[in-house]
């Protein structure tokens, strides 16, 4: 923030998902007690899922979740974590010079540290007049942007002052999250060539969110064309797909997995996959889309398969949240 000699107007708040501190499986346990527990991420009956979390998956899951963890952890420590980090000192130090010192700029997980009560205190403590809070989900669902909606109202109800909030519940087409995922996968193109067929990879939910009023489904949708459209392909040289499906219930489909056994048998052995509704990434980019499938994807008889980036803590995704975070602010 520029040293102005005054308070800022506004506070932003960036949160992402969150991530176990370690990736050993106490340390993963701990994480997944607290993001399993939010009835907005399952949406069963409170004493029947305690029995099942913490009778069944709280010991049979940190285990494999912790090696998962271990594939893919860094000198940094966590991807996510990291990668978030640098994300919001690059928004930051774009939105001080936009605004002169008037904006201040922290990151909070929604699991894990930093918590929201934490860094919404921090924002506090300087003396903010306006909060503006970002969830770095482009598109939205009830379990992540919902979920951070819940927490901040939570800690906001303690405060004597309610500064006046803003919340931006989607960017799911916002034109320059569209233009730069679209030079993000160009560019990728341009430095190792261009793939035959191209995967956009979402984060799936339960079939059921659907009729319960989430525009989830639409809206990766809408991105995903928005973004085809930027790169000027046909509709045979794309696919949308949803992964990390959990349990036995139907989820949002069609499954990455299955699209991935079956491409090889329509002739398609050379796919790029890209995930647009991960700010930075993951455990679920990195792993699951970046290892997990790539195993599934040459076992069917594919030849080539390559993960392209999210956007992370490039300038242009700082510019690109930068650019949004001042027009709701205008």
Known sequence: MADTGKAPRWGVLLVNLGTPEAPSAA???RYLREFLWDPRVVELPRPLWWIILNGLILWVRPSKSARAYRSIWTDKGSPLLALSMALSRAVGAEISARSGGEIVVELAMRYGKPG????LEKLRSVGIEGLLVLPLYPQYSSPSTGSVFDQVASVLKTWRYIPEIRFISDYHVYPAYIRAVARRIRDFWKEKGKAGFLLFSFHGLPERSRSL?????QQCHASAKRIADELALSENDWQLVFQSRFGRGRWLQPYCVEILRTLPQRGVKDVDVVCPGFAVDCLE?????????????RKAGG?????????????????VLAGLIKEYLQ
């Open 27 to 29: 340390a993963v346990r």
């Open 303 to 319: 030849e080539r398969y390559r993960l392209i980036p999210s956007l992370n803590d490039s300038p242009e995704h700082a510019d």
């Open 116 to 119: 929201i009560p934490q860094s």
């Open 213 to 217: 009023g989430d525009p989830y489904y």
């Open 285 to 297: 980019t990195l792993e699951e889309i970046g290892i997990a499938n790539e195993a599934v994807f």
